[in-house]
Nanobody, 114 residues
Framework: QVQLVESGGGLVQAGGSLRLSCAASGSIFSINAMGWYRQAPGKQRELVAAITSDGSTNYAYSVKGRFTISRDNDKNTVALQMNSLKPEDTAVYYC????????WGQGTQVTVSS
């Protein structure tokens, strides 16, 4: 079992920045990739960014160049630095950890006002 706790969401104006953090605990040795997903009202959950244990990253096209994912394997944390935020980035953001199955955090709201 893996437990994920997110922090760092909030309200920000367009063009601003936010940093999300996620701390993993439990069977952390079994974690392969970690990442962030988001779900806006009325839309499906979508991948924002992911990072493997060796540091390879993958980003959604809509956030490339604006968001940066990082991982600290010693502290078992993953972070998402979000810059140049847009109103369309408004969503609940979920931390994800992949072992033989997917684990999810409780979600943190990010609201970008225009």
């Amino acid at each position: 079992q893996v437990q994920l706790v997110e922090s760092g969401g909030g309200l920000v104006q367009a063009g601003g920045s936010l940093r999300l953090s996620c701390a993993a605990s439990g069977s952390i040795f079994s974690i392969n990739a970690m990442g962030w997903y988001r779900q806006a009202p009325g839309k499906q959950r979508e991948l924002v960014a992911a990072i493997t244990s060796d540091g390879s990253t993958n980003y959604a096209y809509s956030v490339k160049g604006r968001f940066t994912i990082s991982r600290d394997n010693d502290k078992n944390t993953v972070a998402l630095q979000m810059n140049s935020l847009k109103p369309e980035d408004t969503a609940v953001y979920y931390c994800n950890a992949q072992t033989y199955r997917a684990y999810w955090g409780q979600g943190t709201q990010v609201t970008v006002s225009s």
